[in-house]
T-cell receptor
Framework: RKEVEQDPGPFNVPEGATVAFNCTYSNSASQSFFWYRQDCRKEPKLLMSVYSSGNEDGRFTAQLNRASQYISLLIRDSKLSDSATYLCAVIPADKLIFGTGTRLQVFP | DVKVTQSSRYLVKRTGEKVFLECVQDMDHENMFWYRQDPGLGLRLIYFSYDVKMKEKGDIPEGYSVSREKKERFSLILESASTNQTSMYLC????????????FGPGTRLTVT
């Protein structure tokens, strides 16, 4: 089993839709969690950290479910500019482990 | 503003050549990382360094070595390039609190023919 797993997608959604991605992790001792965004042919950029209590940044909400060992990213009111690949990242010990990413395509 | 730069965006090398990929960060970060990214496999850690002259193997170090002579510079070396090392190489750095919040360079797309 992979340490971090994501549905590769693509998720094709219309503008204005709400979309959610999940990311599962295998190491129950993992302490830190992140979502990164990667545009086509560009480097990943940190989107947001995921805290135990969940956190929100504008249209983006990140949640952590320790019991089921997954994190989620919810995007409300999708924009065309949200089209990208979303990578989750987990620190089970001393290294950041990335998922393979979920591709989102928002269409007009 | 955080900045990580890599020496080349695109590189084409022949099998057997020695290849140097350079990465420089201007944030005074202790931690630096080298990844390769391949379709379907995601980002895989090759080597990392938590201090000058210090290096640790990541998940796929075979065929690679690194050098960290100065805090701001972390070099990846392909001793004898092979076609299976054709990939996107990404350098990253993070503050001393740990491998959190990594800042990536723009990447080097290496093709080995």
């Amino acid at each position: 089993r992979k340490e971090v797993e994501q549905d590769p997608g693509p998720f094709n959604v219309p503008e204005g839709a709400t979309v959610a991605f999940n990311c599962t992790y295998s190491n129950s001792a993992s302490q830190s969690f992140f979502w990164y965004r990667q545009d086509c042919r560009k480097e990943p950029k940190l989107l947001m950290s995921v805290y135990s209590s969940g956190n929100e940044d504008g249209r983006f909400t990140a949640q952590l479910n320790r019991a089921s060992q997954y994190i989620s990213l919810l995007i409300r009111d999708s924009k065309l500019s949200d089209s990208a690949t979303y990578l989750c990242a987990v620190i089970p010990a001393d290294k950041l482990i990335f998922g393979t990413g979920t591709r989102l395509q928002v269409f007009p | 503003d955080v900045k990580v730069t890599q020496s080349s965006r695109y590189l084409v090398k022949r099998t057997g050549e020695k290849v140097f990929l350079e990465c420089v960060q201007d944030m005074d970060h202790e931690n630096m990382f080298w990844y390769r990214q391949d379709p379907g496999l995601g980002l895989r850690l090759i080597y990392f360094s938590y201090d000058v002259k210090m290096k640790e193997k990541g998940d796929i170090p075979e065929g690679y070595s690194v050098s960290r002579e100065k805090k701001e510079r972390f070099s990846l070396i392909l001793e004898s390039a092979s076609t299976n090392q054709t990939s996107m190489y990404l350098c990253a750095s993070s503050p001393p609190t740990g491998p959190y919040e990594q800042y990536f360079g723009p990447g080097t797309r290496l093709t080995v023919t």
